[in-house]
């Protein structure tokens, strides 16, 4: 599909004019797209989704193989055991490639991983018989070829969850208040799906609401000062900010697809 498409041009669009405008990101202390990986820990008990009984159908009662597609911590991987009998995570962080691998071998899950980005490192990665692939969409620009790669992985089919409305859609009123900055609409996962549907998928999709987490303070604010490129001094004042907004709950979308004895995508 090439990147002039509609839905992929509209996407990729919405993803660039969202970008944080160059003087202000130049003057941050942090690089405001880092993530910590201690807050990628996989939780010693899985959630149950909508995501993980879909990616358990697609393994059967016989169980397979799994590629995390920006696995972080491995927590999308790893809520398949003791169904998945070889977990694969790429990253392009070996920070969290590490996270990743401690957690499998506490765990006694046989993995490997690979450090990269999708779809580059792909065929390093190799097929499995099914590809997770959750939060990532948001922070790829060319979607077409990174779908299409995803499901040229799979043996039996895909699993992709992200966000309803961008993730960083809730900071939007934070931008305005400290830097003066009107955001413009944000992408949403109807945008994704109309990618998908240029690819010629027809997947199943549920729409999900995860209720709002306990908060933790601290972590909020360190990561809003940092995804709003402020330094360190204005601390009380995002705490006080980001505590107005109130408790967020999670409007998620899991999207799924099926793939053909050759692996090629079922439309």
Same mark, same amino acid.
Not at 12 to 18: P, T
């Given at each position: 599909m090439p990147? $002039?498409?509609?839905? !992929? !041009?509209r996407w990729? &669009?919405?993803?660039?004019?969202?970008a944080i405008p160059a003087?202000?990101?130049a003057a941050a202390a942090q690089d405001p797209s880092r993530h910590d990986p201690a807050r990628f820990v996989p939780p010693a008990t899985p959630r149950e989704t909508p995501s993980r009984r879909a990616a358990l159908w697609l393994l059967g009662p016989a169980g397979g193989t799994v590629l995390d597609v920006g696995c972080g &911590? &491995?927590?999308a991987g790893l809520? =398949?055991?003791p169904e998945v009998t070889q977990l694969t995570g790429l990253d392009p962080s070996a920070d969290m490639l590490r996270v990743f691998e401690r957690a499998c071998t506490e765990r006694g899950v046989p993995h490997r991983s690979v450090l990269g980005s999708w779809p580059d490192a792909a065929p390093e990665a190799g097929v499995a018989d099914v590809v997770v692939c959750h939060h990532v969409g948001y922070n $790829?620009?060319? =979607?077409g070829p990174f779908v299409a790669a995803l499901g040229a992985? !799979?043996?039996r089919g895909v699993v992709v969850e992200l966000h309803a409305v961008h993730p960083g859609a809730w900071l939007d009123p934070l931008w305005a208040h400290f830097h003066g900055l009107r955001r413009p609409p944000p992408a949403t996962a109807d945008d994704v799906l109309a990618v998908v549907a240029e690819l010629g998928i027809r997947?199943?999709?549920?729409?999900? $609401?995860r209720p709002a987490a306990p908060r933790h303070p601290e972590a909020e604010v360190e990561f809003s000062l940092r995804r709003l490129c402020l330094p360190a001094e204005r601390r009380d004042e995002v705490a006080e900010a980001v505590a107005r907004l109130g408790p967020r709950h999670r409007d998620l979308v899991t999207i799924v697809w099926t793939a053909d004895p050759c692996g090629t995508i079922r439309a």
């Open positions: 990147l $002039t498409s509609p839905a !992929a !041009a990729r &669009g919405l993803l660039a004019a969202r003087e202000i990101r &911590g &491995g927590a809520a =398949l055991v $790829t620009l060319d =979607l992985a !799979a043996r997947p199943e999709v549920q729409r999900w $609401t």
